[in-house]
């Protein structure tokens, strides 16, 4: 079974700062990983996903994460914040074994706030 | 339709009674899945429908959940005998499944209050 942990409920930073949103996972059979996105009042989105091809990963927004099996960690970046990136971010993991898919498990999510 | 569709949006319901939350998948789409999101945290996995496979029901917190999907299509997450900590906000996602690395179709959710 799968599952990842996000370290920090809440971030803060200033806008134009660096964002680092921490995600470690566990896995068993060579993972998945996602990133979604909650803004205010609006439903899931994806923001990137690794499966298993380039480590680091571009999404959508100027995000991107790095797959780095040694530290089992797919932590979210982006150089500069901006006011618009106030949002919860969640961390999944997923994989596929010899009994099939497995399902996609979230982390409890970052919520994220943009200091003016 | 252009997205998953959940109905109710917003349900108030008495503490005992059973109520049933509606998913509609995005046509095509053989994978659903439940979950629960609640303040602090985070999104509970429920269950998980693939295609014609038994569903993994290993994130329904009590017997009073329950989910089926007719026809691979239309799905109904049922909870009987409400209680107060049943209140949340439950999501609905889809897939095109297959390998578990499609990208989730989330629905709008049904926020469901128990008094």
């Known amino acids: 079974a799968q599952s990842v942990t996000q370290l920090g409920s809440h971030v803060s930073v200033s806008e134009g700062a660096l964002v680092l949103l921490r995600c470690n996972y566990s896995s068993s059979v060579p993972p998945y990983l996602f990133w979604y996105v909650q803004y205010p009042n609006q439903g899931l989105q994806l923001l990137l996903k690794?499966?298993?091809?380039?480590?680091l990963v571009k999404g959508i927004n100027g995000f991107e994460a790095e797959f780095k099996k040694s530290e089992t960690s797919f932590h979210l970046t982006k150089p500069s914040a901006h006011m618009s990136d106030a949002a919860e971010y969640f961390c999944?993991?997923?994989?596929?074994?010899?009994?099939?898919?497995?399902?996609?498990?979230f982390g409890t999510g970052t919520r994220l706030t943009i200091i003016p | 339709g252009a997205g998953v569709s959940q109905s109710p949006s917003n349900k108030v319901t008495e503490k005992g009674k059973d109520v049933e939350l509606r998913c509609d998948p995005i046509?095509?789409?053989?994978?659903l899945y439940w979950y629960r999101q609640s303040l602090g945290q985070g999104l509970e996995f429920l269950i998980y429908f693939q295609g014609n496979s038994a569903p993994d029901k290993s994130g329904l917190p009590s017997d009073r959940f329950s989910a089926e999907r007719t026809g691979g299509s239309v799905s109904t997450l049922t909870i009987q005998r409400t209680q107060q900590e049943d209140s949340a906000v439950y999501l609905c996602a889809s897939s095109f499944g297959g390998s578990g690395s499609e990208k989730l179709f989330f629905g709008s959710g049904t926020q469901l209050s128990v008094l």
């Open positions: 999944a993991v997923s994989a596929f074994s010899n009994f099939g898919n497995e399902k996609l498990t």
């Open positions: 046509s095509g789409h053989t994978a």
């Open positions: 690794y499966t298993s091809a380039a480590t």
